[in-house]
């Protein structure tokens, strides 16, 4: 867990993928959130990997055509 | 007051329930073995043999669990076993998350046009490319909880490893699959020249 109620660039990004997951502790949801609205670089960086993510889970339904 | 639930004795009665129990999650087993295997007879040697070990070892399911991921469990298993066999199944080190290179890439990305060029492609195919081509463990982890939605803590379960190694090994598995797309979108042609920026 975070101990502090502000993080840095590097501290927010350690837990991207835990952020747009879900899986973080509502003391570090708010400590990120707040870093990515307040950082340009950072929410940017956040928007791009929320649009990879579900591009990737949009290929669900497509998993079982996955050849070698 | 505990319900114990009863489990069938007779061999009809076992067979009965393994039909009702297990058997509905054929479709989801074998896309799982699909995608683990990446060729279509050894898929279907991996579910054969999913679902003979699930039989064979039905008296350690508990009744009432979760058969798919316990069935997932075995199909995994199966698949390591068949990969040791072949001597190709290779464990690789994780290493941190490389938090920051990710950022700069995405930024330098941004900068060149290839972010922008990702909006305008239809990149399904390229996806699907991206995820075929993942080395394992990348691909299994990245199939389990992006494609068949399972928790992180459900994938280590299933694929007996901790969760923080799921952790790593998912969020390598998407930078992988975000340098492929950045790559298509660079091969599509739609990157600027540097000369023109």
Redesign the interface.
């Known amino acids: 867990m975070i101990a502090t109620t502000t993080v840095d660039c590097e501290a927010a990004m350690r837990r991207l993928w835990d952020f747009l997951d879900g899986t973080l502790p509502p003391p570090d949801l708010a400590a990120i959130r707040a870093h990515v609205d307040e950082c340009d670089a950072c929410r940017g960086h956040v928007e791009f990997e929320r649009w990879l993510l579900l591009a990737i889970r949009s290929a669900r339904g497509d998993v079982g055509s996955l050849k070698a | 007051m505990t319900t114990v639930m009863q489990r069938p004795t007779t061999a009809d009665d076992i067979s009965g329930e393994f039909e009702r129990v297990a058997l509905p999650h054929l479709g989801a087993v ?2 799982f073995a ?2 683990l295997a ?3 007879a050894d898929a279907d040697d991996l579910v054969q043999e999913t679902f003979l070990r699930a039989f064979r070892g039905w008296h350690t399911y508990l009744a009432g669990s979760d058969a798919r991921r316990w069935l997932f469990t075995i199909c995994r298993n199966a698949f390591i076993r068949l990969r040791q066999r072949q001597a190709r199944f290779v464990e690789s080190d994780e290493g941190d ?1 490389d ?2 290179p ?2 700069a890439e ?2 330098q990305a ?1 900068g060149d046009g290839r ?1 922008a060029a990702l909006a305008t492609l239809d ?2 195919p390229a ?2 490319a991206a ?2 081509a993942l080395p394992e463990p990348h691909h299994s982890i ?2 389990l909880v ?4 399972h928790s ?1 803590e459900e994938a280590a379960a299933v694929l007996e490893i901790p969760v923080g190694t799921v ?1 790593s090994r ?2 390598r598995a ?1 930078r992988m ?2 340098a492929s ?1 950045l790559a298509h979108a660079e091969d599509a042609g739609l990157r600027p020249m540097r000369g023109d920026r």
Not at chain 2, 146 to 149: A, G, I, R, S
């Open positions: 074998a896309r699909l995608s990446r060729d279509a998350l938090a920051l990710a950022v995405h930024a941004m972010i990149v399904r996806i699907l995820v075929d990245l199939v992006d494609l068949e939605e992180y952790r998912l969020f998407r699959v975000q797309l």
